[in-house]
């Protein structure tokens, strides 16, 4: 079955160290997504790639890095320079045609000690 | 930008009650969607909608373009609907000439349905 797999699941880090959190799509979509949700929070956009070798910033980009080198890959690193990593971390993908249907990967929980 | 509003922010029903969950947005769209999101975190489309009304099991959406606003309604509410719904506008990616390619989400409603 088609869909996006995140992994890890969940993720324990010291503080200062970067993580690389793992979103890979098997849908053929063009466009992925990388969103932040914190407690109280609608979800918002880090970082986004509509096609392959090419990104772009979102609203909440600073201290996060990602790369497009795949069309199915789009991990996303969370940098020591990121004040407040702890959050709940949700990739999702696109078709670039169509209805404007985002599909959500499961999600991975990241917890900065 | 567009804003999005829900309310209510938190809502608890007893099973079989029917239920209703709001959202309205500052600048006209093309299209809403409505999200649920359980427990787990996983997030699935549950409508997306232009005008009018869709119904999908016990789940009905309505939307008013006019008014800017939309419901999500639950029928026959069920302890297994228990989750947070959210819903979402376009926001137009400008580097890409503007396309619609991302969305701008409501904070969520938490539903619990009790047996």
């Known amino acids: 079955d088609g869909g996006i797999t995140q992994s890890p699941k969940y993720l324990f880090r010291k503080e200062g160290q970067n993580v690389t959190l793992s979103c890979e799509q098997n849908l053929n979509h063009d466009a992925m997504y990388w969103y932040r949700q914190d407690p109280g929070q609608g979800l918002r956009l880090i970082y986004y790639s509509q096609i392959v070798n090419d990104f772009q910033k979102g609203d909440i980009a600073e201290g996060y890095s990602v790369s497009r080198e795949k069309k199915e890959s789009f991990p996303l690193t969370v940098t020591s320079a990121q004040k407040n990593p702890t959050a709940f971390y949700l990739c999702?993908?696109?078709?670039?045609?169509?209805?404007?249907?985002?599909?959500f990967g499961a999600g991975s929980r990241l917890t900065v000690l | 930008k567009n804003e999005v509003e829900q309310s209510p922010q938190n809502l608890t029903a007893q099973e079989g009650e029917f239920i209703t969950i709001n959202c309205s947005y500052s600048?006209?769209?093309?299209?809403l969607h409505w999200l649920q999101q359980h427990p787990g975190g996983g997030i699935v489309s549950l409508f997306m909608?232009?005008?009018g009304k869709k119904k999908h099991g016990r789940l009905i959406a309505t939307i008013n373009i006019q008014e800017k606003h939309s419901s999500l309604h639950i029928t026959a509410s069920h302890p297994r609907d228990s989750a947070v719904y959210i819903c979402a506008v376009p926001q137009p990616l400008m580097n890409y000439g503007g396309s619609q390619g991302n969305l701008i989400f409501g904070k969520g409603t938490k539903l619990s349905v009790k047996p």
């Open positions: 999702a993908s696109m078709a670039s045609s169509g209805a404007n249907v985002l599909t």
């Open positions: 909608l232009s005008s």
């Open positions: 600048v006209g769209i093309s299209a």
